[in-house]
Structures are given as structure tokens and as C-alpha cells.
């Protein structure tokens, strides 16, 4: 791997990072998502991808360049960035996605890295095998190796300034995603695409593109770049990016504008069966739902709406990594859809593969749903619990201190989190902001703290008071830490 890439701030498994794309000259900021531009069909200008909803960089295909004799021509006189108006950087793809569609293409991963090289594109990809999901094993295996040649095929060819692509393979098996992953990352190349991932997409399984996606950043360098092949819902850019994706390119806004869907961040709906527009671009600002179907220009138009939301919540995910609260946003987006709450769900379940990137501080931690409870910050408070001082007696209690008793300290208790010192009080996490109901899953969890701590200190006798815990919770507290329930003190 080269060193083109800077992580500038993270959240979970989320980054801001820079991009630098030597042969466009300039550097772009992710995360970053591609317009993807058909050579043919030019449904928004590129020129105004640019300027109006600020694309820095988009993705075409070389395969279909190299296969359009006209187009061909035209791009290999006058350059790619000139044929299409774009002055940022330009991703090409290489025919593997009509490899995948059709089962047979007609040109080798030197052949078409030459081919990227000469029509001036920024970053190439090799002829990598897309395995579909849920195929068996021999065959994920058998075309991993031929995506494999291809990496190794790509950084024999001469490519001058070029960056190129190292796609990661493995179908639906974590193993095998994690070793192309570590494969990967061990070549020259510079870019990791995380491939085959459109079948899972367009069946919403966004628990296995995390899986997918986790296991692939196991493998991989943790400062590599990481592309979400064919990712561009607005509804799962903030689920991706936690897991750590950091470029997404976008052809739904256009397929979808075609078959007369309306992006959302909660799912797509049907222009035709739409009385009111929630959102105020441009688009949605100028026509009603009648007006837009019956412009001229319907396509279009409804293809600069889905552009203007994805954009829009690519900028709000970036703003949510800078203030630390990028998982809240994952979790209202997981309201809006259930498959988005398995995402949701599956991405938890490596909670502490996100804890290892996730900043000891940031803004106030909200509590707004179950899932809160299984947050990096509530693992990582549980784990620090074993390097606190103790004593013999200790209380651990929801109310406030008692003015007089015999314990040789009290200490708080504050679900999710569970048991820590008074004076710890004012730091994140700790500060978080709880409802006044108290959930089940939350009490569990703090269980679950106060169950670390007398794990670390046996020989200290704990007594918990707690608010009224339900049964689940009391049975995660360890049968040596002797409980009240200060509802039935009268406190
Ligand atoms: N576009 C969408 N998925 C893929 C993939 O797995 N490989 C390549 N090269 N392009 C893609
Ligand atoms: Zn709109």
C-alpha cells in the first residue's frame, strides 16, 4: 500500500480522511461519494455534478469506453477529463461488473490497466472476479485466486501516477473476505474496493455488507481506503461509513430516476404515488409531486433530487463524525427501516472492533434506543472499570449518596454504563444524556459494569442499589454483590 490516504478524525469505525489523487492533482475529502457517469448517457451534465451538488471526484466505465467505438475515439484523442467536463479526480471501472452480468469479457486486466492509463484516468481497476453471495465455497475460493492474478497482474503494469484499485473478493464468507482483505492490503496498490456487494444491496441484506465490509477491514491496514462498491442509497451511507467505508459510488440516483423512484433517507418511494415532497432542494422546492410528473423532464429532474438527499447526508454523516455522535445518526437511520436494524444490529455485534478507533471524547453520548446499550463507549467503560481503586466496602448506588454510612466509598450507577467514582462524573461517557425511563437493555448493561467490577476485585463486598432493575437485569449481577431496591426503600 502507498501512502496516499489521512485519517483526519474518527467516530466508531467512521473517518474523515483526504484522498490525494497525484495524476488529477488534487486531494479529495471522504467520505466521498462517486457519481457514477455512463459515457452514453449523460443524465446530469458533469460539469454540474461539480459545481452544483460538489462531486470531487466520479467513477465511469473504461470497459464500456474501450467497447463504444465512437466514444472510444473521442475519449482516447482528447482525454478523459476533457470528454467529459471534469476537472477532479476520475475512478474508471474495468468490465468486471459485465463480467459478472454476462459471464465473459474480452479483455485482460494488462490490457484494460493500459487502456486507463492512456484515456488519462485518476484511479484504475484491475479485471476482479465479482462472486456473487451464497455460492459454495470451491467456487469463492477458486475466483479469489483468479482476483488474485489480477491484483498481482495490475501492479506489475506500468501506471505512472495512476492510482489503482485492489478489490476485495470472498462472496459471503467472512474468512475468506478477511484473507483478500490482508491479501490486499499487502500489494502496492492503493484503493480497496469491497466488491460484489450490489446483489446484497439491492436485497437490503445490510447485515452481511457489514459483515462483509468488518470482515474485509480485519485484513486490511486500518489507514487503507476503503470503496463500498455500488453503495449510494442515502439510507445506509451512515451505516457504511461507521463500519468504516470511506468512497461510495452512486448509480442508483440515476437507475432509480428511471423507474420514477424518489430517494429518502429511510428507502425509496415511487414518485407516482407521492402527494408531498419531505425534502427542499431545489427540485422538490420548485414542483409538487403532479408538477414533477408532468414535466418534460421528469427523469432528470428526479435524478438531481436523489443526488441533492445523498449529498445531503453525506454531508450530515461528515458533520456527525466530527461531533462524535455518527452512531445516533446510524441509529435513527435504523428506525426508518428493518433492515437497516439488523445493519444496525450486526455492526454492535463487533462493538469492540470499533471501540479500538472510536475517541475517549467527544460530544454528550444520547441514549435513544436499545441498541445504545451496545455501543463502543459502554464495552470500553466496563473494560476500564478493572483499573479503578476500590475498597473493602463498597456501594454502588442510582440514588444519591446516603449522608451516613459505612461504606469505604459510594459510587454512581448510571445505566447503560453501570458502576464508577463520583468524581468521574463530569467525562464522557459519563455525562451522557439517559432517559428518565430507563429501559431493560440499559439496566442489563449495567449489570453487566457492575458484574466487571466485582469480576476484578473478589475481595471486595459490593452492594448495589438499584432502580427497580427488571428480573433480566438483576440476573446479570453476580449472586456475591447483594442488592436493594431503593423503589421499595422509599428512595
Ligand atoms: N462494481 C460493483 N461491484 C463491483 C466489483 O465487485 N468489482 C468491480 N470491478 N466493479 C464493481
Ligand atoms: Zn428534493
Redesign the pocket.
Known sequence: MRDHFEIRDHDAAGRIGRLEVPRAGVTVETPALLPVVNPNVLTIEPRRLAEEFGAEMLITNSYIIRSTDRVRDRVLDRGLHDFLGFDGAIMT??G??QL?EYGDIDVTTEEIIEFQRRIGSDVA?P??V?TPPDVDRERAERELETTKRALADAEAAETGDMLV?G?V?GSTFPDLREEAGRHASATDLDVF?V????PLLNSYRYAEVVEAVRAAKRGLDPDAPVHL??AGHPMMLALAVAAGCDLF?SAAYALMARDGRYLTVSGTEHLEEMEYFPCSCPVCAEHTPAELRETDATEELLAEHNLHVTFEELRRVKAAIRSGNLLQLVDRRARGHPAMLDGLRTLLDHADELERTDPASKDAFFYTSHESARRPEVRRHHDRLSRLAVPDRLLLTESDAPSNHDYGAVWRVKPPFGPFPRALSETYPLTAEVPERVDGAAQVAAAEGVASLAAANPDTAITLGHDDWVPRALDAVPDDVETENLRHLGR
Open positions: 471501472d474495468s468486471s461488473f459478472a481497476t479485471v476482479d465479482p484499485n478489490p473478493q474496493p466488491g460484489a456487494m450490489v462498491f455500488g459510488d
